[in-house]
């Protein structure tokens, strides 16, 4: 929203004052003021007004004219115009030599062979207007060489407010409610507006109106007729234009003037069509031609406003196009009125038809504006246009009132909330100067709330603080440390293993951590050939390629790796992030974190991927759990999983997750020679699994014997299953197990295991040893392991 | 001296100059020191010598021994020098300035400043808290004081469910949650709640260099009795000038944000000109960084805690755009691309 100093000057005295100053202050006291600021007339100079005393045709040019213009200098000055209406007797903004206008000097020009000493301007080239259809007509009776400055508010300061810190402010969406912001940062009393007495009229005859719907909390109403005046005085087209609205006729600038004034939308209806004013909704749907002469589908939530049964404006939002001011009324029935703000806001957004009224509708005005701003309305009518004349009693139905609000503080409350001291003068002052009345009785503080202030922003005594602070100063804030007892804080386990499950893929691994999205994207999932898994949909995306959540991490992962084939040989990615697994039995989305990696490789094989794959997550939960996984080897459950090598994963018995190798249809989507391997691990469940503690083995002061045994595995037999062997054998002196080689042929698959004797008391014999490993190979032998003489 | 020793001591010597390995040394040692060496062999012929002959002989026999011994020894030393000395000698100069190898992983740019902001508020005893990423209307709205027709809704663009939740638009999601879990320490123990809560957030809007639908924010609070204003300004500032690792000026505006009352948008002075007014500040010396503001009553009450007798202050930062700040990333879209191009570079902090 612009705003102009020159407006808000009406209002408040700021002489003496550095306004630039001030704007500042209002931005971080009230609301945010954009960078720019514009220095309105600053440009512009050495233009006056002058009248045309000759006018004759170029004889070689259509366009053109030799005007002879008389500009207060005691001669005629020749002048070379083009523009369309030039008449003899004309009063026209005129631009002498030496005239700045913007970035151009004024001086003696050759057009057509004829030498112009000046310029006519039209409103648009001073920057009145974007009129630029001729030159400027002055009708004021202004004396010829008077300074067009000294006459028009032309030097102004504007600046504009982010419409979207004023949400919370109704009051703030018309320049007497800023002006009030002013007079407080200016501790300068703001004046009141002038209006006309609007008690004169209570004998004439009332409007016919009727609230038939409490969506309309007020609405307002005065009949006029007998209006001449059809084009607004040139400084109220100025503020119009510095502001951002266009002047139309005198009327529907009146009214614009009015909402930009006061901050109440107003609406001239021609008497003519309107006579029988109602406020309703209508429970059938229906179209309406707004006066946009857009044709709107209005539905039963919609309130309208009625000439009787007959719609002519959609409340708050825009008029209709047969009940709009025409240039030749001179009758016209004024709507001041108050509807409800979710109402309109809701009706706006089903139109899609925002406008300046509905903007501020929408905010919560306050319904006591209603009758002062037909009184203020009124006023300037009647200042513009002599004639005018009140032909109705002013006819007000107020169908919702706000109640009254009313706050109690203390001052203890006020320095405990800010931390600092405020002084009770310095409260009462501030509010005062905002329109509060406040009452204090030593350190109690009692204080009504303004009308404008209750519709939604000021209800309880945090609202009070604001206002007494933003004016304060957050500057003037002394800063200070909280004083609060100190208590140790304590990581939950899902955090930590978090951080240590990123640190070792990416330190220990050379991982690199990814982020997605939720959802599957249709068209990537498509690309590799993996369907959206069934799940629970957004219900409003605007991006029609997004639709599902996702229940799993890897597809996403699957469509990330074919983005990056061609960064490297060789990566694997990894993520820690959410999916959703369809409802419970509360009908609440089932959330679970998951960690995802996937593994990609054109030099390595399948195998050595896998079993990388295994070795990383073997590692993480050695590291971080301090025991082993187990895995079981289970049906593979998406099109996107290779049927063969699909593993669940376990500890303590706890399935955390599964690892997997991609599907050859889809693997050869994302890459034709690249291995992928991928699993995901619930966190949550992972963090939750029974682990082991941490135990310090004393290394033994005596030797310790190693035994390696060559197995020939029988088919369908795992390493797991014969773990068995050597667990139950029932000894202290194993000391440590691991697969030293391994063999494969297609007939063969043979494991060399090397078994680690010791004591921590005695150096162990052979025979004790060899006691052992008897037991260990009786054991494999009954499973069918075949064990290699070396 | 006898004409054997002379020839003997000649041969030997004539033997050990023409080596040049170390193992020959030893075949020579054993040649004429071992038991059926040569000088040996002459200590075992003295008894056939007459025994006026046998004492000279025997001396010179004897510093014959002694001589290979040393020959043999310098000769030995000799070579090991000049095998040490090959060794150097053939040990070519690396060009160590090639091209280290790489194999480094990396961290997701937001999980290094989202570390690095939850280490400067856990130094300050906050407890870190994690929230879903699915919520309730209740959750996101409601118990932060948004009912249902509030204007503030409009401002959010959210992703409705089927089911009628949301994904979270803003992390002020997890506040009701954070107030009823500590509340009771609070109320009981008089343990003050101090918390900050990261989180993916998401919009529902069209995406583009400076938009994204799915991003990082990390809210904050703290709960105690006579938490104030000037307490909210100084954590502000404290934290902020930790995070960018220099002194920051803080200046705050009035703000509307339901949850907070008051509220304020927080500017911080420009990173890139320090006040003095650049282009990335739009001349104004100032960047818009966080809301904060003190709780709400309303807010505090949803959570189960008296606004008369508790105050607090919460604060929002989006990590997402501190990351871009810091790493001078220029489209947002970059971050959940998955694109290693990108990505890679963030080795560490």
Redesign the interface.
Known sequence: MFLSMNWICDFVDLDGLDKVDLIHRF??????VE?EIFFKGRDLSGVVVAEIKSVEEHPDSKKLHLLKVDAGDGELTDVVCGAPNVRVGMKTAFAKIGAQIGDITISPRKLAGYTSYGMCCSESEIGLSDDHSGIMEITDDIPNGTDIKSVYDIDDIVFEVDN??L???PDLWGHYGIAREFAALAERPLKNLETDDLTVYSELPPVDLKIEDNLCKRYSSIKVENISRNVSPVNIRIRLYYCGMRAINFLADLTNYLMLEMGQPMHAFDARRVDKIRIKRFPEPFRFTTLDEVERNIDENTLMICNDNTPVAIAGIMGGFDSEIKDDTTTLALESANFD??CI??STVRLSHRTDASMRY??SLDPEMTVPAIGRFIYLLKKYDSGAKVVSSLTDEYAVKFPPVSIEFDQAYVD?????KIDGDTIVKTLTGLGFKAERNGDNFKVDVPSWRITKDVT????I??EI??IYG??N???????????P?R??E??TDE?KI?DL???R??????????WAYNDEMKAIGIPVEDN????????PNIET?RRSMIPT?L??VR??VS??ND???F?IG?V?NG?DEN???I?N?MLGITLFSKTNSIKDQYFRLRDILSSLTDDIKHCELTFLKTQAEHSYEHPVNYNRILINGTDVGFIGMVHPTVGKNIDKKGNIVFAEIDVDKFAGAKGKELVYDEPSKYPSIEYDLSMDMPKDVLFSDIRACWENADTDLLRNVSVIDTYDTELIHRITVRFLFGSNDRTLSSAEVQYVVDKITDSLAAMGVFIKKS | MDERILSLKEKMEKELSGISDLAEIDKIRVAYLGKKGSITALMKGMKELAADQRKAFGADVNKLKEAAMTKIEEKTEELRRHQVEMEIASMPSFDITAPAAK??????P??LVQ?QCENIF?SM????E?Y???V?DYECFEAVNIPK?H??R??QD????????L?KSQTSAAQNAILRKYGPALKEN???I?AIFPG?C?R???TDASHE??FFQMEGM?V?K??????L???M??MLSEVFRKDIKV??????FPFV?????LDISCLICGGKGCPSC???GWLELCPCG?I??NVLTEGGID?EEY?GFAFGLGLTRLAMMKYGIKDIRD???????V??QF??D
């Not at chain 1, 405990?416 to 600092?420: C, E, L, N, Q």
């Open positions: 931005s971080l006291s009230t609301a945010e960078n979207k810190s949400t919370n402010r703000a979710a806001r809701k929408e905010k405990r909330y800010t931390g600092i309880m005594k945090a609202d603080i604001e602070t933003r957050y500057d804030f002394e800063i200070n440390t909280a004083l609060s007892p100190l208590y804080v990581p939950t899902v955090k951080e990123k893929l990416v330190k691994f050379s991982l690199h951590e990814v982020h997605s999205y939720v629970i949909k957004l219900a409003n995306a605007t991006n959540l992962q469509c990330q983005t990056n960064y490297s990566f694997g990615i993520e959410r959703v409802v009908n609440l989305c959330e974190k | 194999n480094m992983g990396s961290y997701h937001i999980t570390r856990k005893g906050f407890t870190v994690d879903p990423e699915v309730t027709h204007p503030a409009d401002m959210t992703y409705y469910l089927e089911n009628g939740q994904l008089g343990v003050p101090k993916r998401f529902n809007e069209a639908n799915t703290m105690d006579n938490i104030s204003i000037s307490n300004i100084y954590f500032k404290t200046r705050l505006r009035p703000g509307f009352e008051p509220g304020f948008e739009k001349h104004s003190m709400h009553p606004p105050t971050l959940n691309s998955g694109s290693l191009k990505l890679s080795t560490d």
